[in-house]
């Protein structure tokens, strides 16, 4: 057999020549939750040869790595969590909002005066507290949006949290770009909108490399319907964590 890695012959466990297991498969369950403590628990190499790869050529990247190409790759738990946490932090530091921030503040202008501090309320600012668990959170969402959109294309629910995930963390350094340049130039109109364009549209080019068989039209508006999915998705998830935490309310007084 050939190693998936670097194709090489193989007799063994382990790949002489690239030192890969030879047991690399399809994304499943138990392979992600091995990768996913693998991600938190050890310090795995290829994190800057990730970050190039994922803005050189991401949608081949990412593909090549579902193929079984993973020995240089940083695993894509571990690589949103990083740079989710990178970009918090430098927020925090440069005394910038995220994105989250910015809806939650808007959410709660928004809101009736009257409960400044309902639930909803509380929980939304916990999420914002928590930017690098709310982007793992997001994420399994988003990917079943996309899951559904780009059904046809038969690739697994969690190898669409693997693309979200890489996708995810590559928007979180557009974003921390952002945050840097805003505390030299202050915020202003068009940063945001091309922070946002350049986001979305790094996501957009993602999927056109990632689905390259398909025609750019198509993929184009699969990825648009992922997004409306994704709001209604989101909006469910909400109204059912803000339904839960007004039961247990109820039930604790």
């Not at 991600?39 to 193929?67: A, D, K």
């Not at 690739?155 to 945050?179: D, K, M, P, R, W």
């Amino acid at each position: 057999m050939n190693c998936k890695n670097c194709n090489q012959l193989v007799d063994g466990n382990y790949c002489k020549h690239c030192g890969q297991s030879t047991g690399i498969g399809r994304i499943n369950f138990s392979g992600f939750f091995n990768d996913l403590s693998d991600s938190v628990f050890q310090i795995n190499r290829g994190f800057f040869y990730t970050v190039n790869q994922l803005f050189v050529r991401p949608g081949h990247s990412i593909r090549e790595y579902l193929e079984g190409k993973r020995k240089k790759h940083f695993k894509p738990v571990g690589y949103v969590l990083i740079l989710s946490t990178i970009y918090f932090f430098i927020a925090r530091f440069l005394e910038s909002d995220t994105f989250l921030n910015d809806f939650v503040t808007g959410f709660a202008s928004s809101s009736d005066d009257s409960e400044p501090d309902g639930k909803p309320l509380t929980i939304l600012k916990w999420f914002t507290g928590n930017y690098a668990y709310t982007t793992l959170m997001l994420i399994p969402v988003f990917s079943l949006a996309s899951f559904l959109s780009f059904l046809k294309f038969k690739f697994n629910y969690l190898e669409h949290v693997v693309l979200n995930a890489y996708i995810t963390g590559q928007q979180a350094i557009i974003y921390s770009i952002s945050a840097i340049l805003t505390f030299f130039f202050g915020e202003f109109d068009l940063l945001i909108m091309l922070t946002l364009g350049g986001s979305i549209g790094y996501a957009v080019f993602v999927f056109l490399q990632f689905f390259l068989k398909e025609t750019r039209i198509s993929v184009v508006f699969r990825f648009i319907l992922t997004y409306v999915l994704y709001v209604i998705l989101l909006t469910l998830v909400l109204f059912l964590v803000f339904s839960f935490s007004e039961i247990f309310s109820i039930t604790e007084n």
